[in-house]
């Protein structure tokens, strides 16, 4: 079975663009959740969806915001790109989301210059 | 969300038991706990949970105290390759149990 597929793995902006970043969970699994970790802060949680539906985000700002498609694929946008969110952006899938194991993917890092 | 405290690194030698600790004082009753590693360059890892009970997989052991405020999550030969940030972690259930609240953890080292 494939893993959580994330795209890119690199990504430079500057300053004011936006960004999309692509999540493709493992087959079957209908729970996509996003992180960001930065050195400074650790590992935050972004938002969580399941059925195409957000049931939990976190502390950050409208800029950030995200979906899912009815194939579970999720993506996550940035608008208005500052330099504090160059990050590691990690996506996890599971099943249902609710006390079950998280399965990772490997994460898009984002510089912004 | 209850929180979670953790040594900010641990040394082992390789091929011998490590114990991580993880206190959790302000655990609720219907809290998990989940155990995750990050290794360099990836996305986490889970490793283990529970709730109560001790319990056992193919990479580790979780032993919960009866009181369940802490718990030790323990590897039973360390590898080079258990290198990693290990990370506790309270889930609560229902619409709480959506997401994770990671702390620094603990930074394991692995001697060869």
């Known amino acids: 079975k494939a893993g959580v597929t994330q795209t890119p793995r690199y990504l430079i902006k500057t300053r004011g663009q936006q960004v999309t970043l692509s999540c493709s969970p493992i087959s079957g699994h209908r729970s996509v959740s996003w992180y960001q970790q930065t050195p400074g802060q650790g590992l935050q949680f972004l938002f969580e969806y399941f059925s195409e539906t957000q049931r939990n985000k976190g502390n950050f700002p409208g800029r950030f915001s995200g979906r899912q498609f009815s194939n579970s694929r999720s993506e996550m946008n940035v608008s208005t790109l500052e330099l504090g969110d160059s990050a590691l952006y990690l996506c996890?899938?599971?099943?249902?989301?609710?006390?079950?194991?998280?399965?990772f993917g490997s994460g898009t890092q984002l510089s912004v210059l | 969300d209850a929180k979670t405290t953790q040594p900010n690194s641990m040394e082992s030698n390789e091929e011998e038991p490590v114990h991580l600790p993880c206190n959790h004082s302000t655990i609720s009753g219907t809290d998990y706990i989940h155990w995750y590693r990050q290794l360099p360059s990836q996305g986490p890892e889970y490793v283990i949970h529970g709730l109560t009970s001790n319990v056992n997989n193919r990479m580790a052991s979780l032993a919960i105290a009866e009181d369940r405020k802490s718990s030790t999550l323990i590897l039973h030969r360390a590898t080079l390759r258990d290198a990693a940030v290990y990370y506790c972690i309270l889930r609560a259930s229902g619409a709480g149990s959506y997401q994770l609240t990671f702390g620094k953890g603990t930074k394991l080292s692995v001697i060869p």
């Open positions: 996890a899938s599971s099943l249902m989301g609710t006390n079950e194991k998280l399965f």
